[in-house]
């Protein structure tokens, strides 16, 4: 199995784990499996895993607790939530603990493998940005090389799809971009209806920037329609 990549499966369902694992393995990846969140964490630390797919409702630690600890370890591995609670609140808080996507049950997948190779794409371009220059406004730069966003040379400690949101901002001249967009740029895939990603993901940019660097503001809203750049003061 040489060079293939390595999805950490956490579910207790196993007739749903086997699923998944068994279409991840025709693949061409390598598969870990746990059945509850205290066995996935473990695992998730020893293997280091390239992706992890996780269920919330789980015995002995659940999804949220599993996020946070995995993400107070590790801000790099892509976390894709799968999970039967379908409300808009648990999608938000999922997102906004640390998780990188979230897939309702019943799925199919078709959907979960091609989420599964768009978030492996995006983190084989975080390691190798050739071809991506540097953004520079306001006392900020924003970092491809590094991964990171930078005010006045102090890192925001962005996790790697923060900075592809703020990334994926600052390189449209200032013009507006659709949430479509970012989502499309960012996530790899089309974004679907009332999907709250990059809502969620833009206000914990901002909170990294308003911490990092007090009294500017780089992120305007355009209702509506989406987001742009534009490095100001409040009150401008």
Known sequence: MGGAQTVLIVEDDEAIAESIAYHLRKAGFRTLQASDGGQGLRLARQQRPDLVILDLMLPQLDGWRFTEELRAADSRVPVIVCSARTSEY???????????????????????????????????????????????????????????????????????????????????????????????????????????????????????????????????????????FEPSAPGE
């Open 90 to 228: 648990d999608r938000v808080h999922g997102l906004e603990l640390g998780a990188d996507d979230y897939v309702t049950k019943p799925f199919s997948m078709k959907e979960m493998l091609a989420r599964v190779n768009a978030h492996l794409r995006r983190a084989d371009l975080d390691r190798s940005p050739e071809g991506r220059t540097a953004v520079e406004a306001g006392g900020l730069r924003i970092d491809p090389e590094q991964v990171q966003a930078f005010f006045d040379g102090s890192s925001l400690g962005l996790t790697p799809r923060e900075f592809e949101v703020l990334y994926a901002l600052a390189r449209a001249d200032g013009k507006p971009v659709p949430r479509e967009r970012v989502y499309r740029d960012v996530w790899g895939y089309e974004m679907m209806r009332g999907d709250r990603s990059v809502d969620v993901f833009v206000r914990k940019v901002r909170q990294k920037l308003g911490r990092g660097a007090p009294g500017k503001s780089f992120i305007q809203t355009h209702y509506g329609v989406g987001y742009r």
